[in-house]
């Protein structure tokens, strides 16, 4: 007798683990595509397809344009940005400026364009000076973009383009932006960390709750189930 019911009791802890695992493994592969789910939607990337309309005419351009000037490149680096919980990869020009007719009063401005032709980047190369017509990047009124879309080209084959919109000014505001292209490197490391809270508070936060709400409940029924089998 009492090894019967030695041998059910030791029965009913195996089914208890035996079950209780099976309830584990259910919970942590939920909890697993939950999770999947979340940064799928979480980790967005940008992308691009290049179709230009015909460019306007060089005073309709820099009626259009937020900067026109004209400047050599002095650095180019790539950068990995976190625009409001959107990643985006990008080109980043560091440009001494030589003349302005439009929206910049700097010696140094940095112009970012996407990463190849295929996506309308423009390819800069250091040492050279190009006639740049800028708009602001992304709507974002801090920084400026161009493209193979826009009048940008070589100076060396700008002038059609000079004689029509005249002889530019020189800067005075003497400025340093190499800080900023290093900053901007450092932001690299941090850009997917940043994005994923960014996409998470703007966009996400009601499936983030309903996950939450989802696993608070998963862990309850667990319990019940672990206090339920011992009772036996």
Request: aromatic share 8%.
């Amino acid at each position: 007798m009492i090894e019967t019911l030695h041998g059910k009791a030791r029965l009913s802890i195996e089914e208890l683990f035996g079950r209780k695992w099976r309830v584990k493994k259910g919970l942590i592969f939920l909890t697993f595509m939950m999770l999947c789910s979340c940064l799928s939607m979480a980790v967005p990337n940008k992308t691009y397809a290049c179709s230009c309309m015909k460019p306007p005419d060089p005073i309709k351009a820099v009626a259009q344009s937020k900067a026109v000037f004209s400047g050599t490149v002095l650095d180019i680096k790539r950068q990995v940005l976190d625009i409001d919980g959107i990643i985006e990869q990008q080109i980043a020009v560091l440009f001494d400026v030589e003349q302005t007719w439009k929206g910049l009063n700097q010696t140094q401005v940095m112009v970012l364009t996407n990463l190849d032709e295929p996506a309308c980047g423009y390819h800069f190369q250091v040492g050279q000076t190009y006639l740049v017509f800028a708009g602001s990047y992304n709507y974002n009124k801090e920084l400026l973009g161009t493209s193979n879309c826009s009048l940008t080209k070589g100076i060396s084959v700008a002038a059609a383009d000079l004689n029509q919109i005249g002889q530019g000014e020189k800067p005075t505001e003497i400025v340093s932006l190499q800080h900023k292209m290093d900053r901007m490197a450092y932001t690299n490391r941090w850009a997917y960390v940043t994005m994923i809270v960014h996409r998470i508070i703007h966009h996400h936060l009601d499936e983030l709750m309903v996950v939450g709400g989802i696993l608070v409940a998963g862990g309850f029924i667990l319990v019940l189930l672990i206090r339920k089998r011992r009772g036996l």
